[in-house]
C-alpha cells in the first residue's frame, strides 16, 4: 500500500463561498482537498503559508488565446496615428489599426489567425496560459474554431491545433476545457470566405467525426463543443453539434447576440431572434453556456433562464469592442447562472471582469448594489467551473481540486480595508497585479507573483507575437 503524501496550506484569510474566514489550514493530496480546518490562528509545522486572501482558482470560461496578439494593435482612434502609416490605419508588419467597428476588427483578427501554425499557437498559447496563470485563473475554456492550415487544408493530424492548446494548456500549470468550434458558414448559408476556411470542417457531422477523435479524460483537459453563432452554422445543422454534446455530457457554448447585425440577419433569414432559433434546435439547456447575450428581448431572457442556460458575460471585451452592456441582472433573476471570460484578451483579469459586470449595471440603471462581491466571485469561480464542465472544482471543501488563487491584501491598491471585507476589497478594489500565488493540483505554478514553469512570461509573450506578426 501507498502513502500518499499531504502538503498544507495555511490560508490567513479564505473566501468560504459565503464569508471571509481567517486561518484555515487546508490539506491537500493527490491534487484534492483532504480536509479544510477552520480557526487555525497561525501555521502549523511544515505548512506553505498564503499571506492574503485566497480563493477558489479562478475560472475564465471564454478564451480565444490567439487574439491576445492583438492588444493594443487595435486600439487607436482614426486619424490620431504619430506617423502617416498609422494615421492611414496600417501599422509596422501590416497590421491594421484603428477599425471603427466589431466587424472591421474582425478583419483585423483574421490576419493574425491565417498566420498561426500548430507550432506557433502552441508557443503563444502557452505564453497567454502562462499570462493566466500569474492572474490567478487556473482553468481556461478555449472556443476553438482555428481547426486547418490556410485554405482548409487539413494537418496530417485534423486536431493539431487543438493539441497544441491542450498541451499550451499543460505546460502553462492551468487546466484547459478545450471548447471545438463548429464554424461552417460566413454568414446565414454563405459558404466560408477566404479567411473563414481554415475554420471550417464542410459540414456538422464532418465536425463530430473530427472533434470526437480528440483523446478525453485528460487529468488537465477536458472537452467540450461550441457553437460559433447562428451565423456560422447552418440552422438544419445546430442539433448535430448539441446532440454531439449531449451523448457525451459534455460542456456546449455558443456565441449569442453579440451584435445588433447578428439579430437583424437572424430575423431575416428565419423571422426569429437567435435565442429563439437555438431553443427550436435544442440547443438551450443546462449544460448550455451562451456568450455575451448582448443585445436579447424579453422573451429570449425567459426562454434563457428558463432552460437553465448559463450566459458567460465578457465586459472588457464588450466595452472594448462598443458591443453594449447586456441584460446580466435580468439573466440572473430569471435562473441562468452567469460566468465570466476574458474573450479577446484586451486585459486578462478575472477581477476586473467581475468588477466591470457590476458597474456597468450601474451604468445602465443608474442604481447600485446589483451582486454582492460574493455573487461576482461565484461567477468567477464556481459557476464558471461548472459552465466548463470542471464540477469537482471552484470551492475550498473537502473532495474538490485544489485548485487556490491569493490576493495581496497589502498592496497600494489593497491596503486599508478590514481583512473581514477582503472579499470587497478583491472584486472592487484588486487587479491581476495583486495575484501572489496560484495553485493548482496541490501544484504551486505561480509562486510570490511569478511563474514556476515559464520564469519570464513578458518576454515570451513578446517574441512569440512579434515572431508571429514578421511571419507571412
Known amino acids: 500500500m501507498t502513502t500518499q503524501s499531504t502538503t498544507t496550506y495555511w490560508l490567513e484569510h479564505a473566501w468560504l463561498g459565503t464569508h471571509t474566514e481567517p486561518g484555515v489550514a487546508v490539506d491537500v493530496a493527490d491534487g484534492r482537498i483532504t480536509a479544510v480546518r477552520t480557526g487555525t490562528a497561525a501555521p502549523p509545522p511544515g505548512a506553505v503559508a498564503l499571506r492574503g486572501l485566497t480563493l477558489p482558482g479562478l475560472a475564465n470560461a471564454h478564451s480565444h488565446a490567439f487574439h491576445r496578439a492583438l492588444r493594443g494593435t487595435v486600439q487607436a482612434g482614426s486619424g490620431t496615428g504619430s506617423s502617416p502609416q498609422e494615421r492611414s490605419g496600417v501599422a509596422a508588419g501590416g497590421v491594421e489599426r484603428a477599425p471603427d467597428s466589431f466587424w472591421t476588427w474582425r478583419e483585423v483578427m483574421y490576419d493574425i489567425a491565417g498566420r498561426l501554425t500548430p507550432d506557433s499557437y502552441y508557443a503563444l498559447a502557452r505564453a497567454v496560459y502562462a499570462e493566466m496563470a500569474l492572474a490567478g485563473i487556473t482553468c481556461v475554456g478555449e472556443f476553438h474554431y482555428l481547426h486547418h492550415a490556410p485554405g482548409g487544408t487539413r494537418y496530417d493530424d485534423p486536431n493539431a491545433m487543438g493539441e497544441a492548446l491542450i498541451a499550451a494548456a499543460a505546460d502553462a500549470g492551468i487546466r484547459i476545457t478545450l471548447l471545438d468550434t463548429a464554424y461552417l458558414s460566413a454568414g446565414f448559408g454563405a459558404p466560408p470566405g477566404h479567411h473563414q476556411q481554415r475554420f471550417s470542417d464542410g459540414s456538422a457531422d464532418a465536425w463530430a467525426e473530427r472533434a470526437a477523435a480528440l483523446k478525453d479524460g485528460r487529468a488537465h483537459a477536458r472537452i467540450g463543443a461550441a457553437i460559433h453563432s447562428v451565423r456560422a452554422v447552418p440552422a438544419g445543422q445546430l442539433s448535430t453539434v448539441?446532440?454531439?454534446?449531449?451523448?457525451?455530457?459534455?460542456?456546449?457554448?455558443?456565441?449569442?447576440?453579440?451584435?445588433?447585425?447578428?439579430?437583424?440577419?437572424?430575423?431575416?433569414?428565419?423571422?426569429?431572434t437567435p435565442t429563439r432559433l437555438l431553443s427550436d434546435h435544442g440547443v438551450l439547456g443546462r449544460r448550455t453556456t451562451a456568450v455575451h447575450a448582448t443585445h436579447l428581448t424579453p422573451e429570449d431572457i425567459g426562454l434563457l433562464g428558463g432552460t437553465g442556460t448559463g450566459v458567460c458575460m465578457c465586459p472588457t471585451t464588450e466595452r472594448d469592442l462598443a458591443d453594449g452592456i447586456g441584460p446580466a441582472a435580468q439573466l440572473r433573476h430569471r435562473g441562468s447562472p452567469l460566468s465570466l471570460g476574458s474573450d479577446s484578451h484586451a486585459v486578462i483579469d478575472l477581477l476586473e471582469e467581475a468588477r466591470a459586470m457590476e458597474l456597468d449595471e450601474r451604468l445602465r440603471t443608474r442604481t447600485r448594489g446589483h451582486w454582492t462581491a460574493g455573487d461576482l466571485l461565484r461567477a468567477?469561480?464556481?459557476?464558471?467551473?461548472?459552465?466548463?464542465?470542471?464540477?469537482?472544482?471552484?470551492?475550498?471543501?473537502?473532495?474538490?481540486?485544489?485548485?487556490?488563487?491569493?490576493?495581496?491584501?497589502?498592496?497600494?491598491?489593497?491596503?486599508?480595508?478590514?481583512?473581514?471585507?477582503?472579499?470587497?476589497?478583491?472584486?472592487?478594489?484588486a487587479s491581476a497585479a495583486d495575484v501572489r500565488h496560484t495553485i493548482v493540483g496541490g501544484r504551486q505554478i505561480v509562486r510570490d507573483g511569478a511563474h514556476t514553469l515559464l520564469p519570464d512570461v513578458p518576454t515570451a509573450l513578446a517574441e512569440t507575437i512579434a515572431a508571429l506578426r514578421a511571419s507571412d
Do not use: K
Not at 255 to 266: I, R, Y
Not at 385 to 402: E, I, M, N, V
Not at 405 to 420: E, K, N, Q, Y
Open 242 to 272: 448539441a446532440q454531439w454534446a449531449a451523448e457525451r455530457q459534455a460542456p456546449l457554448h455558443v456565441h449569442l447576440s453579440e451584435q445588433t447585425a447578428e439579430n437583424d440577419a437572424c430575423y431575416e433569414a428565419h423571422g426569429c
Open 380 to 429: 468567477a469561480t464556481v459557476d464558471g467551473h461548472a459552465s466548463l464542465g470542471w464540477d469537482d472544482a471552484g470551492t475550498l471543501t473537502t473532495g474538490a481540486l485544489a485548485d487556490l488563487t491569493t490576493i495581496a491584501l497589502d498592496s497600494v491598491r489593497t491596503a486599508g480595508p478590514l481583512p473581514r471585507l477582503a472579499a470587497e476589497t478583491a472584486v472592487f478594489a
